[in-house]
């Protein structure tokens, strides 16, 4: 594991990219680079720079929004972001709405 220069550990991109839809309030300091306690503090005043989702007791944090502050957001499959879809199998690449 690499260790930046505050002594923290670096997050790789292949971490980065196998995040699941919401990431706990550490995870996310980890990757802003800010303490553990300081990360928790801001989350309870909502006023980390990312939406803060209460679920009972635990506080999770939206990836996609995360990343996108990070400018390391996700890129999805199939060329999505590229405007392009997947008509689906036995389709003839025209939609209902052309017709």
Known sequence: MDVNETGRPETAPAQVGALG???????????????????????SRNALPVPVVR??????IPSAPLLALLGLAQQPENGASRGETDPGPGSDQASSLDR
């Open 21 to 43: 839809p919401t990431v706990d309030v550490q995870s996310a300091a980890r990757l802003l680079g800010i303490g553990r306690t300081t990360a928790y503090q801001l989350a």
């Open 55 to 60: 679920i009972g007791r635990s506080l999770r």
